[in-house]
């Protein structure tokens, strides 16, 4: 595993550098407005979401193992973010901040990057728009101007403090609000290149100032803004507080690399080019680690951010890197300002995101799919945005497995083959007598024969009401045969040996055939009666009838 910053270096030419500076220069812009909103959002300080946008971004870029992916806080980390704060505190979040990133650079080490693949799309779906529907929650409150001691933190209790607060609207709040949206949406007709939410910022900031407009800001809600220069920080440790964490931090850690490797799969899709799944998680983990201990939050690939870098012309990660410098150059320059700009403009910026990030389409499109999959979708929705998160994940992750154990055996089958064989040697008298034989009886297995499929063959050779000589069973069409499969069919055998019914077996691949052999099964059942083919039986059935 070699980080893409080195592999992608052969050949780059000047002309490639300043490719990539203006669009590492552009996705910097894009990142400061976002940088700061997803800091507010996720109930830290606006330092520590900028923080993170420079020193996450700047490790994914050099370590990454994608030429174009952009690291930084994402609309994902909100929820997740804010409920450790309100729980464990600052201190807490740094902490399982570093521990996820521990965990990603293991899952790297271990090579399991391409596992994540396995994660069923209606799961990821789910929880994703689930939590689009979570920020847009909790950005209501800064948008409408209300008037509010504490906002809930549940779903339900949240909207009924909203809907007893609604005398309160600050309708010049919301008339800004209305219109950073507005701009945001519209703004990309006018120009490509400079993000709509810049433009919001500045406008609003702007018109607020000049017209001393009565509503909240950065300033009047948080006060002074510090420094977004990123400092070491040692975390406070402790045992206790480790275990209490690891639930969080495991959390981050898959959704770190869900969102990280979905991106870079995109990324691929618009360069032509393949990511190093592992050494990708492997750098989103250095990532965390490092914005742990350098005042930052949670960090994945942004999947907006690495397309905007991707059409603005960026190829290889000195982009990412530049992107980063740009964020912690403007921020030093520009940062006195910040305390101007509205809550209302931040929460406009947000709730574009949770409408990008929802993906209604994606989610509407599911319910054409089959009942299993509508199931999983709304499941792991629901659970998302009335319980929690890692609560979502792991339900829809066992749902999704036992609706998709249930489709595997439904398409496992077991039943006689005696019509079939009658039709095939039609023309051959001595193998017709010999399948009008009733004391020989023909089955096959057709499927994987797996624990799903292993009840479902035993009651099919229980519902045998003739008690045979002879059972034959073909299993060409199994390719693969588990443990609970291979006890099913052990279990067959010692029924057949308990009333001296002769079992016999064709077509067995290679996989089952290795499973029996491991197992003494071969032996026990004899190699005489283990086929090659259908035909072989027949034949030897035949000749020794005659």
């Not at 659970?383 to 036992?402: K, P, Q």
């Amino acid at each position: 595993m070699r980080p893409k910053l080195f592999t992608s270096s052969k050949g780059y030419s000047k002309q490639d550098f300043f490719k990539d500076l203006s669009a590492g220069v552009i996705v910097g812009i894009i990142a400061i407005p976002l940088s700061i909103a997803l800091g507010v959002a996720s109930g830290v300080s606006i330092e520590m979401g900028l923080t993170t946008a420079i020193v996450a971004g700047f490790f994914v870029s050099l370590l990454g193992g994608s030429r174009v992916q952009i690291g930084g806080p994402t609309g994902a980390f909100v929820v997740i973010v804010y409920g450790i704060v309100a729980q464990h505190g600052i201190e807490g979040l740094v902490l399982a901040t570093i521990m996820a990133g521990l965990i990603m650079i293991l899952l790297g080490v271990l090579k399991l990057g391409t596992f994540i693949q396995f994660i069923p799309y209606p799961i990821t779906t789910g929880f994703t728009t689930g939590i689009a529907f979570t920020i847009f929650s909790t950005q209501l409150k800064d948008f409408l101007g209300l008037t509010m001691a504490k906002v809930p933190s549940e779903t339900v209790p949240k909207y009924i403090a909203y809907f007893n607060a609604l005398g309160s609207i600050n309708w010049t709040s919301l008339i800004i609000g209305i219109v950073a949206i507005l701009i945001i949406v519209y703004w990309p007709k006018i120009n490509q290149k400079i993000p709509g939410s810049l433009i919001a910022i500045i406008f609003t900031t702007v018109i607020v100032a000049v017209f001393h407009l009565d509503i909240n800001t950065i300033g009047s809600q948080f006060g002074t803004v510090g420094s977004p220069i990123p400092h070491f920080q040692i975390p406070v440790f402790n045992l206790n507080m480790v275990q209490s964490l690891i639930q969080p931090a495991i959390t981050i850690a898959l959704l770190a690399s869900i969102e990280s490797l979905l991106s870079a799969v995109v990324a691929d899709g618009m360069i032509g080019d393949k990511h190093d799944s592992n050494m990708e998680l492997m750098a989103q983990g250095f990532a965390n680690v490092a914005s742990g201990f350098l005042g930052g939050i949670p960090a994945t690939g942004a999947i907006a951010r690495t397309a905007a870098n991707i059409k603005n012309g960026g190829r290889t990660p000195i982009a990412g890197i530049i992107h980063a410098l740009t964020v912690l150059m403007a921020m030093v320059i520009f940062m006195p300002l910040v305390k101007l700009i509205p809550m209302t403009t931040l929460a406009a910026i947000l709730i574009v995101v949770a409408y990008n990030m929802s993906e209604v389409h994606r989610f509407v499109g599911l319910f054409k799919s089959t009942k299993s999959d509508i199931a999983v979708l709304l499941i792991t929705f629901i659970l998302t945005v009335f319980m929690d998160l890692v609560v979502a994940i792991e339900v829809g992750m066992v749902l999704a497995a036992l609706l998709f154990m249930k489709r595997m055996a439904d398409t496992t089958e077991v039943g006689s083959i005696d019509k079939m064989l009658h039709e095939r040697y039609s023309e051959s008298e001595h193998i017709r007598k010999t399948l009008m034989d009733k004391d020989i009886l023909f089955y096959q297995i057709k499927g994987p024969f797996f624990f799903g499929a292993a009840s479902k063959f035993i009651d099919t050779i229980d519902e045998i009401k003739i008690r045979p000589k002879t059972l034959v069973l073909k299993m060409k069409d199994v390719p693969v045969m588990d443990a609970t499969g291979f006890n099913a069919l052990r279990t067959i055998q010692k029924r057949c040996e308990t009333y001296s019914i002769r079992l016999v077996l064709t077509n067995v691949q290679r996989q089952p055939y290795d499973l029996m052999k491991k197992n003494g099964f071969v032996e026990k059942v004899g190699g005489k009666n283990i086929f090659m083919n259908i035909d072989l039986a027949l034949k030897e059935l035949t000749s020794k009838a005659s």
